[in-house]
């Protein structure tokens, strides 16, 4: 068993690396470009599941939330259930499920994800921080408020700058396809 000085600090890094999340969120729906960046290491790769969009470094997420901020009406995203995994004093992995409400062209959103993360500390300003290294994320659904009593039953629950697709999840997984046999 490890010594209760190291449970403690594992016990710190969980609430530190949800506290991230949460300051993820936060930054999004503030529109603070600069903390938002802040949760990020330079090196970092931020992908949808799907291969619709790919990022990789701070300077290019900057460049491409700079832009999608600006897209943004009023938004609110939350962090739903957190699991994380220590690889190593300062790696971690995890999942975090996920909605967001969104005001884009004057219509309501609603998105549900799943983000699979990568976490590392890093030293920071402040001290040792958590950012994240990698970020994919995949979806339940995206789609306009008025949508979901019809979409939510079909495979095309994403509809993303204007073109329906096939949502990732659960269709995505094994154990989903094991269930349906597909």
């Not at 938002?36 to 291969?51: A, M, P, Q, S, W």
């Not at 994800?113 to 958590?130: L, N, S």
Request: charged share 25%; hydrophobic share 40%; with cysteine.
């Amino acid at each position: 068993m490890a010594s209760i000085e190291a449970r403690l600090q594992q016990l710190e890094d969980r609430v530190a690396i949800q506290d991230l999340a949460a300051e993820y969120c936060r930054a999004i729906d503030d529109r603070d470009l600069e903390a938002f960046l802040e949760t990020y290491t330079e090196d970092c790769v931020l992908r949808y599941k799907d291969g619709a969009m790919r990022i990789d470094g701070k300077p290019a997420l900057r460049e491409y939330y700079a832009n999608r901020f600006k897209q943004y009406g009023l938004t609110f995203h939350y962090p739903h259930a957190h699991v994380i995994t220590f690889d190593g004093p300062d790696q971690a992995h995890g999942w975090l499920s996920g909605h967001a409400e969104m005001g884009l062209s004057g219509e309501g959103w609603l998105a549900a994800f799943r983000y699979t993360d990568v976490y590392r500390r890093e030293t920071a300003k402040e001290g040792m921080k958590w950012r994240f290294t990698e970020r994919e994320l995949a979806a339940w659904y995206y789609m306009k408020i008025a949508d979901l009593p019809l979409g939510m039953g079909q495979t095309l629950r994403k509809h993303y700058h204007g073109e329906l697709m096939a949502a990732e999840l659960p269709e995505s997984m094994g154990t989903y396809k094991a269930m349906h046999n597909l």
